[in-house]
T-cell receptor, first 114, second 114 residues
Framework: DAKTTQPPSMDCAEGRAANLPCNHS???????VYWYRQIHSQGPQYIIH???NNETNEMASLIITEDRKSSTLILPHATLRDTAVYYC???????????????FGKGTLLTVNP | DSGVTQTPKHLITATGQRVTLRCSPR?????VYWYQQSLDQGLQFLIQ???????AKGNILERFSAQQFPDLHSELNLSSLELGDSALYFC?????????????FGPGTRLLVL
């Protein structure tokens, strides 16, 4: 799986959009970008994933650059409960029974301030 | 609530002892992953089971073992415990959508070895 680079920490004001960047310059053509978050000592929570098109769900939006070497997770209206470590993970698609472990880096600690 | 349950939530034991951690996956999920999260190592993949069979191993110590039962719940056995085994242990179960697999994590078991 391709390695990712994320800033160690970011701050965001409550109610504002939080934009979390991720660099994955060595990503392969069939690798997906996944985002998870972990609120203090809780289990990681799936947020969103995408291949090359921008994706949106009820939690967030994922913007992937055209060359796919970087992406941005957008939380449109951050709340205090969004304070967490956010992990950007790149992994190959499933192809029948192989190991698809998630390789977590250090992530970005997002602190949402009142 | 991810639908993945883990018991116990907390476990305090002494060095040299043996403990068993239990995980119940989401209904219908065949795959179970175990991860360890310690302060200095971050989230690390230990082992994966798929429909009762071991599918992949990560950095799992020989003192650790796991199994998945016919009802798909899984147990992680940790023996000859050492102080350094103190950590959060998470399991995750996964669902497939086409070529994509999304893992959903349980709340974890916090193990403290004294």
């Amino acid at each position: 799986d391709a390695k990712t680079t994320q800033p160690p920490s970011m701050d965001c004001a409550e109610g504002r959009a939080a934009n979390l960047p991720c660099n994955h310059s060595t990503i392969s053509g069939n690798e997906y970008v996944y985002w998870y978050r972990q609120i203090h000592s809780q289990g990681p929570q799936y947020i969103i994933h995408g291949l090359k098109n921008n994706e949106t769900n009820e939690m967030a939006s994922l913007i992937i650059t055209e060359d796919r070497k970087s992406s941005t997770l957008i939380l449109p209206h951050a709340t205090l409960r969004d304070t967490a470590v956010y992990y950007c993970i790149v992994r190959v698609p499933h192809s029948g029974g192989s190991n698809y472990k998630l390789t977590f880096g250090k992530g970005t600690l997002l602190t949402v301030n009142p | 609530d991810s639908g993945v349950t883990q018991t116990p939530k907390h476990l305090i034991t002494a060095t040299g002892q043996r403990v068993t951690l239990r995980c119940s996956p989401r209904s219908g999920d065949l795959s179970v992953y175990w991860y360890q999260q310690s302060l200095d190592q971050g989230l690390q993949f230990l082992i994966q089971y798929y429909n009762g069979e071991e599918r992949a191993k990560g950095n799992i110590l020989e003192r650790f073992s796991a199994q998945q039962f016919p009802d798909l719940h899984s147990e992680l056995n940790l023996s000859s415990l050492e102080l350094g085994d103190s950590a959060l242990y998470f399991c995750a179960s996964s669902v497939f959508s086409g070529a994509q697999e999304t893992q959903y994590f349980g709340p974890g078991t916090r193990l403290l070895v004294l």
